[in-house]
Every structure is written in structure tokens, then in C-alpha cells.
């Protein structure tokens, strides 16, 4: 084989190889962005279902409901957060969202990880006067 013919076959296989890095490079980021939705889904899942509700229902104790949202479609930056209990009798409605905001932190759901935030913070017999509606 000539050298002429010995480099193209060399500079041949460096395309094959380019091309098939970049192949390579693609999948894994497609994978990686796949993983890193699984993952923050289920962050959200575990902090907006097994931490915000336990955590609320020990803070504002005895509560009558407690729940908690997703209404971002699994990236939990849209929540609705109900809290029903009568600790709420006669404090004002910023101090209510005050004291669910300092329980969301203390879960470990700051409001840099919430774009927004629904907050339906209820005295006993507020939240039956809305169910009967």
C-alpha cells in the first residue's frame, strides 16, 4: 500500500473514530439528562410526600389535614401546600404562610427549590365551611 493511500485510510479511521465519540457523547448526555429528571423527581417525590407532611403535622400538632402537591408535573417547583389545624385560630394569614415557609426549610424544601407555592393554611372550622361548598 502507498503512503498516499496509507494516510487516507489513517485519516479514515480518525473520522470513524471522531464520529463515533460523538455518538457516544450524545447517548450519554441523553441518558444523563433522563437520570438527572429521575432524580429530581424523585427528590421531590420524597421531600413533598415523606418529609412536608410529617414535618407539618408535628409543628402545627393537632393537625385535622395535612397535604402536600406536585402540581409541577415531577420537578416540584409548583407545590399546594394544605394545612389545617387550629393553631391558626386568630394568627394572621402572613404568619401562617410564615410558619409553613420555616416548616418547608426545615424539611429541607427552601424556597430556592420552589418556583411556586400555594399555601392554604386553615383554622378546623375554616376548612369545613370550604369543604361544605
Known amino acids: 500500500m502507498s503512503a498516499e493511500a496509507n494516510d487516507m485510510a489513517e485519516k479514515v479511521k480518525a473520522e470513524v473514530c471522531l464520529s463515533l465519540v460523538?455518538?457516544?457523547h450524545s447517548w450519554f448526555m441523553v441518558l444523563y439528562r433522563q437520570l438527572c429528571a429521575a432524580v429530581s423527581y424523585l427528590f421531590v417525590w420524597l421531600t413533598c410526600f415523606l418529609r412536608v407532611p410529617p414535618k407539618c403535622?408535628?409543628?402545627f400538632a393537632p393537625t385535622e389535614f395535612v397535604e402536600c402537591i406536585d402540581e409541577s408535573g415531577g420537578c416540584g417547583a409548583k407545590l399546594r401546600l394544605t394545612?389545617?389545624?387550629?393553631?391558626?385560630?386568630?394568627v394572621p394569614l402572613i404568619q401562617r404562610h410564615r410558619r409553613v415557609h420555616k416548616a418547608l426549610a426545615e424539611a429541607g424544601f427552601g424556597m430556592d427549590q420552589i418556583h411556586a407555592l400555594t399555601i392554604k393554611a386553615w383554622t378546623v372550622e375554616q376548612y369545613q365551611k370550604k369543604m361544605a361548598k
Open 57 to 59: 403535622e408535628k409543628i
Open 83 to 90: 394545612v389545617v389545624s387550629n393553631n391558626f385560630d386568630k
Open 22 to 24: 460523538q455518538v457516544i
